[in-house]
C-alpha cells in the first residue's frame, strides 16, 4: 500500500492510521508529536527574548529618579541617595547594585566616604 501522507511504498504491517489516514510510521510519528511552530508557549518565549533583553537597558522610574539625583549632585553617600529617594539602605543598595552592573554608576572614595556617583 501507499503511504496516504508523502506517498512511500510500505508494507501493510507497517501501516499507521492517524487522523482516518493511513501512512508510514515516518509520517505517523510526524502527525503524533505537535509541531513547535503552533505550540504558543514556544511562540511566546521566543518573541519574549529580544524584550527582555531590551527591558534589561530599560530603567525603573526609581533608577531614573536616582540618575538624576546624581547627575544633580555630581555624586552623593548612600546614606543621602536613600533618604532622597525614600527608601531603605537595602533597598537602595539593590538599586545600586543593579545601575553598577549596568555600567551607570559607582562607588568612590571622597574624604574617606564612599559616595555614588554616575559612572
Ligand atoms: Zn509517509
Redesign the pocket.
Known sequence: MI?D????E?DADEEREIHGRL??E??YMDLLSPTRTCDPWAVHSARNIPETAAGGAGLTDLQTRLLNILEETGGVPGPVLAERLNLTPRELEREVAALRHMEKVRGERREGRIVVRLW
Open positions: 503511504c501522507r508523502c506517498r512511500v510500505i501512512v508510514c515516518d509520517c
